[in-house]
Nanobody, 125 residues
Framework: QVQLVESGGGLVQTGGSLKLSCAASGLTFSSYYMGWFRQAPGKEREFVAAISWSGDLTFYSDSVKGRFTISRDNAKNTVYLQLNSLKPEDTAVYYC??????????????????WGQGTQVTVSS
């Protein structure tokens, strides 16, 4: 049974930082591209970042490029998302996801095989 469990969300002021973690189990972690998505109330789920099997390739949405950093530790079956210079518009539930194939389509939610339950990030102005 595959499980993806996010943690690290919370309330932070504008300009602050958070580090999200996603611990994976029940899958061969190093065989999966990992992605982070977010969904704000009333909005569609949107791509944030993705990372290749070994971590040598990373992808970011334009809205977070230069502020967020995705990384992974295959020995710990964990993917991370470092969020810096946070803005109120970054407020959302953040989800991690796993996809066996890549890199084509890594920005598309419907390409992913497994999803976590999400962690709330709230940025106050």
């Amino acid at each position: 049974q595959v499980q993806l469990v996010e943690s690290g969300g919370g309330l932070v002021q504008t300009g602050g930082s958070l580090k999200l973690s996603c611990a994976a189990s029940g899958l061969t972690f190093s065989s999966y591209y990992m992605g982070w998505f977010r969904q704000a109330p009333g909005k569609e789920r949107e791509f944030v970042a993705a990372i290749s099997w070994s971590g040598d390739l990373t992808f970011y949405s334009d809205s977070v490029k230069g502020r967020f950093t995705i990384s992974r530790d295959n020995a710990k079956n964990t993917v991370y998302l470092q969020l810096n210079s946070l803005k109120p518009e970054d407020t959302a539930v953040y989800y991690c996801a796993a996809v066996r194939r890549g890199p084509g389509g890594v920005t598309l939610p419907n390409m992913y095989d497994y999803w976590g339950q999400g962690t709330q990030v709230t940025v106050s102005s």
